[in-house]
Structures are given as structure tokens and as C-alpha cells.
């Protein structure tokens, strides 16, 4: 029996390849449309591209710098020049670029107004407020280191003892002047007498992705593995169509084995998909692969019987071959959008509960439980059982309604 199916699953196989629209359907596709969506959604690397330009070499250019490249938000480049940056800028490799005046410090010290210039991408106006604000908040401990070292200067130029005074003297008392009154400041900021806290809900697990590419590549492999669906329909209903199916059964082949054969081929085939679509994403997008090759192996060989066997229960509902591929495509676009393979469903809410009723949404959660949230194999037990119920549920109402003749 075994051998029979997988003779069968051979034929389909070699049939299946020589379609060369549908091997560009299956397997090119969901590629390009994880690359192109994962780059408009922030690409490999996630960050607002900004360059730098630093005219300045005084200690309040150096903090602001500082600062900048503490911030996870930017991806910074340093330039040398204002020029460089404009053009790069007008070629829309960044975002924006951040221009520190040559005269910041002298400026600062003279307590003389000053402006830390920040050029925006004119195609990418909505990004101008982001860094306009970040800048704002970078400058804020220096504007105050600023105005603390012009209240001392003012203070001591009032003493009447300031005439007198050696000017080494008097650059030490303020500069141990200035230090205390800073870290009064800092501690005052690090340790306010009011704090604001942010805490997560009890119980709710918060994960964030590397990149926008470590969704999209799991999302649309799932996406497009259910796109077999429709194939598998209009496959067996040609058979059916062509009196294939009554020859067949003619010959000692057993019914089992010609169901197991046809499942067998596109359940390889969702494997080809999936190491298709997450080695690219590995290869060329640094998407992780996480450390469970086992899980993944289980999570797709779910995926993979949950999608054969949706395809043969369109068969058996379907009356034609135009009609099962309507049904395929369109249970394929319906069951991605709600189960989170087009976009993403937030956590909790309508749509969340509606996605759970899909597939694709426990597909999908068990990748990424693999690949970007560090789980194991007991972690995506319950997305395989899911998918395995499923996929069973699908093959029992398929036995029972399809009709070799």
C-alpha cells in the first residue's frame, strides 16, 4: 500500500512541477511578496535611518552625540560634510540628517541662541515631527547645563569679591559649583519625589520582533501554503472529470492508497514552500531560524496536513474544476486576512478572537514562537495539536462526502 502511495504521489508530483505558473504561484511569490512588504514595513533592520553631521568638537556636542546613539529608534551615520548628507538625503537613503553648528558650544557658553538644524527627506514629511522630537528631548540636559553655567557666571560676576579674585580660582569654584548642581539635577531626574511607572498586565507575555522581515516571511509561507487548496480541488475533480479516478480503481489500487498518494505529494510540496520562503528569509534578510528544528519540522508537517486536507474537502464539495478554484482562491485571500498572514492582528479584541478560528493564526503564531520568541518544541505543542484537529476534522467530512465517480 505505502509503495502504491507513493507512486501516486510521484505522478502528481511530476505533473505539478511541469506547471510552470503554478510553480511561480507556490513558491516565487510568496518571496517577493514577503521582501517587498517586509521593506516597506522598516526592511532587515529596524530604526529611522538618520545621518549625522557633527561641526562642533566642544563637550556639549559630544553629549549630544552621545545621546543620539543611545537611542534604539535611530540607525545613525556620521558624515563629514552638510553637503554630503543633502545629497544622500535627496537620494532617499535616509530618512533625515542631523546637523550640529560648529559654533553649539561657543554658543552654550555665551548664552547666545543657537539651532541644531535637522533636514528632513520632502517625501517623508511624516518622519520630520519624529526626529523634531527626539532632538528636542536629546537637547533638553544640555539647554539645562547651559542656562545652570550662565546662572553661576551671573552670580559670581555680582560678588564683590569677583574683581579680586584669581582667575584660576574662580574657574574651579565654578566648575565645582557647576558639579554639584548637576548632579543635584540628575539625581532629581533619575529619582523624582513623583514617578509615572509603566507596567505590564499580569500574565501577559510582551515579544517583539528582530525585524519586520521575521513576520512577513512565516506569514505569507503560511499565506501561500494554503494556496495548494484550490490545486488540489481541481486536481482530483479533472481525475474525476477525465474517468482517471474509475481506471484507477479498476487496478489493484486500494482507495486508501490513492488518497494517501494525492495528500502525500502536496504535503511535500508545503515543505518545499516553507524552507523555500524561511531560507531566503534567513539567507538574505537575517530572519532567525530559532533553535528547534524539530518544532519547526512538526509545526509544518501540521500546517502542511491542515492545508492538503482543506483541499480535499473543497474537492468533495466542489462540483467542478472553475468552481474549486474559485473556492480555493477565495477561502485562501478570506482565511490569510483574518488569521493575520496579510497584516498583523492585534493581541486582543474581535479580531484576535475571529483569527483564532483560522489556521493560519495558530500556523503562524507556532513559527514565530520558533523562530523570534526563543520557544521550544513544548511551547508550539498546542499550535501542532490545533492544526492536527483541524486537518482531521477537514479529511473525515472530506471522506465522507467525496465521491470517486
Known sequence: MIRKALAVAWKELLILFRDRGQLAVLFLMPVMFASVIGSAFGGGTPGIAVYLVNLDDSPYSAQVVDILYQIEALRITELE??????????????????????????????????????????????????????????????????????????????????????????????????????????????????????????????????????????????????FIVGNIASTLLAEKEQGTFRRLLAAPLPRASLIAGNMLAYILVVFLQVAVVLGVGALFFGMPLGSSPLGLLLVTLALALAATALGMLVASLARTRSQADGIGFVLGLVLAAIGGAVVPIPDKGFLHLLSLLTPHAHAIEGILKLTSYGGGLVDVLPQVGLLSGVALLFFLVAMWRFRFE
Open 81 to 226: 560634510s552638510v553637503e554630503e548628507a543633502d545629497r544622500l538625503l535627496a537620494d532617499g537613503q535616509a530618512l533625515a540628517a542631523i546637523i550640529i553648528p560648529a559654533e553649539l558650544g561657543q554658543k552654550i557658553d555665551a548664552f547666545e541662541r543657537t539651532y541644531v538644524e535637522v533636514m528632513v527627506d520632502p517625501t517623508q514629511q511624516q518622519y520630520a515631527s519624529i526626529v523634531v522630537g527626539i532632538m528636542q528631548d536629546v537637547l533638553a540636559p544640555v539647554i539645562v547645563q547651559g542656562e545652570v553655567q550662565h546662572g553661576i557666571r551671573t552670580v559670581m560676576r555680582e560678588s564683590p569679591a569677583y574683581e579680586t579674585m584669581d582667575p584660576q580660582v574662580l574657574r574651579m569654584v565654578e566648575a565645582q559649583t557647576r558639579g554639584v548642581i548637576m548632579t543635584q539635577l540628575r539625581d532629581m531626574f533619575e529619582n523624582p519625589r513623583i514617578r509615572v511607572e509603566v507596567e505590564d498586565l499580569e500574565g501577559v507575555e510582551v515579544r517583539s520582533l528582530e525585524s519586520a522581515y521575521s513576520y512577513t516571511m512565516p506569514s505569507y509561507a503560511v499565506m501561500f501554503a494554503f
